[in-house]
């Protein structure tokens, strides 16, 4: 997260916004699970395990769609034989 998604203040790395005082909590909460996610992905994929690549990163997709774990769900697609997944993704980064 950049900015507050409230006030659009620059993010402090502090749970609490420096100007709104929104509560981000949940929302850096999100992002890390996210993170988390996408390393264990990149893991199962050092380990040759294409199926708990799959699942880390459709997890890692969901909590926050970045190119990194688009990129990485649609490879893993393929990998289990999801083409259909795989296209969607690729679609959804040509269409950013």
Not at 45 to 59: G, I, P, V
Request: charge should be positive; proline fraction near 2%.
């Amino acid at each position: 997260m950049k900015r507050c998604p409230a006030c659009n203040a620059k993010y402090t790395g502090k749970r609490l916004c420096h100007r709104c005082k929104n509560n981000l909590g949940d929302l850096v909460d999100i992002e890390d699970r996210a993170r988390n996610h996408l390393k264990k992905a990149t893991e199962a994929f050092a380990s040759d395990n294409m199926r708990e690549m799959f699942f880390h990163a459709k997890r890692s997709c969901s909590l926050r769609r970045t190119q990194e774990a688009t990129k990485l769900l649609a490879y893993a697609a393929l990998l289990v034989s999801q083409p259909g997944v795989a296209m969607n993704q690729w679609t959804l980064l040509n269409d950013q």
